[in-house]
């Protein structure tokens, strides 16, 4: 096998454009159901390259999401040695050989802005015989790592250097990890699955107390290469061993078809149910779906049979005559929405009552801080919405679309931004959508169900 750039994999992959024009709704001859496939998700791609990285023998990942994170969660295994072969457009063969076959020294990886990458691949240099500076974008050299870095030194871990404010860059110098017991002080799931991944290829037992039980990827990736974790709600043991290699599909992003659905929601063409198949149905990921559902509308899970740690289902989705205004304060409620939130915050406006999130301030600690820029986004519309200290309020208001949408560099707040854009019938320019790449290069195409697009 030979390291592959990461241009070798999905040869058609959309390069989003940064402005379009909407222009109103698309023309949808006929009735019956809408159906959709949203993408594959980005933070199962993220993990199940690491953890067949850090396995033994050759792996087999398809459906890989095809999204900038997982592009360059690609790069920097490759940047450590991992021979990575594309063997289809979104397929790639892994060939793990554990962190120890890790041995570059002086080398600096650079993530771009995946938080995901950044901290898993901490916990997989942590335990391996390389000594390796990891940094990012601005924006990531921005958001927090000390949470991260703490429960790594709990386990052992030689982590020499860290930025200022406990920011990237830091350097990893690896080595054999005892294990032990860390704790996790934040609702963050990223610290608990770097965490866990140094416990499972530490050399001794540990325990992970955390604050929230948060997204599980982790968990059901090492438990499928058959690494033991048991779980009570607030810990995680890990027995470590060696593991083998990984044959996994990707099942379908929870985030993506969140978007999907609240595009639709806000639509002209609500009135027809829309069904969007083969989605990640993990619990501590569709939060978005369960709160729509206590906003009103209906949401009905169909299983799909599969072959992965995560469940799949077909989801429909049925508006509601008239969307109610809901409180969001359940820790675990919050993190199994926790992307989706903006989003949330855009369909609150149509509800007949005010919204308000708390229990959020992991939000302030994302791409930008997204209390802020969803507020100001919301403004944008005339929305009357205040930001709180770990959350937000919305106000239903009668809302209108700027002639011009100037959107920040957020994927997430950009997704919000288009749902805004559409709840007001779909017209007028948006500037500054290069950043959907992050997570979804395909969004605005997929748009174009919904209303027309120009570029
Ligand atoms: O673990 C993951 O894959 C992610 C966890 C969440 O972040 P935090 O764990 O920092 O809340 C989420 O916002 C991010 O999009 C991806
Ligand atoms: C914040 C996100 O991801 P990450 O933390 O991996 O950058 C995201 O996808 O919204």
Redo the contacts with the bound molecule.
């Keep these: 096998m030979s390291n592959i750039p990461s241009t070798q994999l999905f040869p058609s992959r959309t390069h989003p454009s940064d402005r379009i024009r909407l222009c109103g709704v698309q023309d949808q001859p006929g009735f019956g159901p809408l159906t959709a496939v949203p993408h594959p998700d980005?933070?199962i791609s993220?993990r199940a390259t690491i953890v067949a990285a850090a396995g033994h023998g050759v792996s087999r990942l398809s459906n890989l999401a095809d999204c900038r994170?997982l592009l360059r969660n690609l790069d920097c295994l490759a940047d450590l040695g991992v021979n990575i072969r594309p063997i289809g457009d979104d397929a790639v063969e892994i060939q793990g050989q554990g962190p120890e076959a890790v041995t570059s020294t002086s080398l600096t990886v650079d993530v771009d802005?995946?938080?995901?990458?950044?901290?898993l691949l901490t916990a997989m240099v942590a335990a391996s015989d390389a000594d390796v500076t990891i940094t990012g974008n601005t924006a990531?050299r921005r958001?927090p790592m000390a949470e991260v870095v703490g429960p790594l030194h709990a386990l052992g871990a030689d982590i020499v250097d860290i930025g200022p404010n406990g920011h990237l860059p830091i350097q990893v110098r690896g080595r054999p990890l005892p294990g032990g017991s860390a704790r996790i002080d934040v609702h963050s799931a990223?610290p608990v699955s770097a965490a866990l991944l140094a416990a499972a290829l530490a050399q001794g037992p540990s325990v992970i107390h955390r604050r929230v039980a948060a997204r599980d990827h982790t968990e059901r990736l090492l438990r499928w290469v058959g690494v033991e974790v048991e779980e009570t709600p607030l810990t995680l043991h890990v027995q470590p061993r060696a593991w083998g290699p990984l044959s996994l599909r990707i099942p379908g992003d929870p985030?993506g078809a969140a978007f999907l659905a609240a595009v639709h929601l806000a639509s002209a063409h609500r009135e027809r149910p829309l069904v969007l198949r083969e989605v990640c149905i993990n619990s501590r990921r569709t939060g978005f779906f369960r709160i729509l559902r206590s906003m009103g509308a209906e949401v009905d899970f169909s299983a799909v049979d599969h072959d992965t740690p995560e469940e799949l289902a077909n989801i429909t989705i049925r508006a509601a005559d008239q969307l109610r205004g809901v409180h969001i304060d359940d820790p675990e409620l919050v993190q199994s929405a926790?992307?989706e939130l903006p989003m949330i915050a855009a369909l609150a406006t149509l509800a007949n009552g005010e919204t308000r999130i708390g229990q959020a301030s992991e939000l302030r600690g994302?791409?930008t801080d997204?209390i802020v820029t969803t507020v100001e986004l919301l403004r944008q519309f005339g929305v009357q919405a205040r930001p709180t200290m770990d959350g937000l309020h919305v106000r239903p208001t009668p809302i209108q679309a700027p002639a011009i949408l100037q959107l920040p560099r957020?994927?997430?707040v950009i997704f919000a931004g288009i749902v805004l854009t559409v709840l007001t019938g779909g017209y007028g320019e948006l500037h500054g959508l290069e950043a959907v790449a992050?997570?979804y290069p395909n969004a605005i195409n997929e748009l174009r169900r919904w209303v027309v697009v120009e570029e």
């Design positions: 980005k933070a993220q994170d802005n995946s938080a995901t990458t950044a901290r990531l958001r990223q985030s926790i992307d994302k791409d997204r957020d994927h997430r992050t997570s």
